[in-house]
């Protein structure tokens, strides 16, 4: 079964400053993995997503991740942090043919 | 296009009721997927429905059941609530369920916050 860990539970920042959320997902043939963004009382939104092809991902809201299969991550970064992007995120990992698996999340929060 | 409508947005139930959540997934999605979001457990896939058929089901209790309507809209119940029923509830629509294009990402609505007293 696919499983996902998200290594920091929170992660404080200050504004402009950059930032990374590390995720790691446990290895099989195929994987597909996803960036999600959760705002308070609101549902998740999709960041960015790998499917194949190029390693480094770019998603919406200048957030970028790179897949790198012989460590199994999917680390999520942007170079610069706004308020607006105190959030939790949420990695998640499919084979494809299975539901998504999500790790228990990361909360970020931008400190002024 | 509408989002993924998720209906009630809030509801108060006390132990051994039973609550039914309603999902309308986005105009022309036929999979609609559910997971339960709570503070120590994190999201959890609870079900997941294709053309009105049960494609995969999580390791929940069979107290939690759910179906799906020839319209692609899709119910969950769960009988004889508990108080560790308390949760985020969140459905999510796609087109199908492959996970290979990736045109066929999970939406998601804003989610059933029930709390059992």
């Known amino acids: 079964a696919q499983s996902v860990t998200q290594l920091d539970s929170q992660v404080p920042v200050f504004e402009e400053a950059p930032v990374e959320l590390r995720c790691n997902y446990s290895s099989s043939v195929s994987v597909y993995l996803f960036w999600y963004v959760q705002y308070p009382n609101q549902g998740l939104q999709l960041l960015l997503k790998y499917l194949s092809g190029s390693t480094l991902v770019k998603g919406i809201n200048g957030f970028e991740a790179e897949f790198n299969k012989s460590q199994t991550s999917f680390h999520l970064r942007k170079p610069s942090v706004h308020i607006s992007d105190t959030a939790e995120y949420f990695c998640?990992?499919?084979?494809?043919?299975?539901?998504?698996?999500f790790g228990k999340g990361t909360r970020l929060s931008v400190i002024a | 296009k509408a989002g993924v409508t998720q209906t009630p947005r809030y509801l108060i139930k006390t132990r051994g009721q039973q609550v039914t959540l309603s999902c309308s997934p986005i105009s022309g999605h036929r999979s609609v997927s559910w997971y339960q979001q709570t503070p120590g457990q994190g999201l959890q896939f609870l079900f997941e429905y294709f053309s009105e058929t049960q494609r995969n089901k999580g390791n929940f209790p069979g107290r939690f059941s759910g179906r799906q309507f020839s319209n692609s809209r899709s119910e969950m119940n769960v009988s004889t609530l508990e108080l560790g029923d308390s949760a985020l509830y969140l459905c999510?629509?796609?087109?199908?369920?492959?996970?290979?294009?990736?045109?066929?990402?999970?939406?998601f609505g804003a989610g059933s916050r029930l709390t059992v007293l």
């Open positions: 999510a629509s796609s087109l199908t369920p492959d996970r290979h294009s990736g045109a066929n990402v999970l939406t």
């Open positions: 998640a990992v499919s084979d494809g043919n299975t539901p998504l698996v």
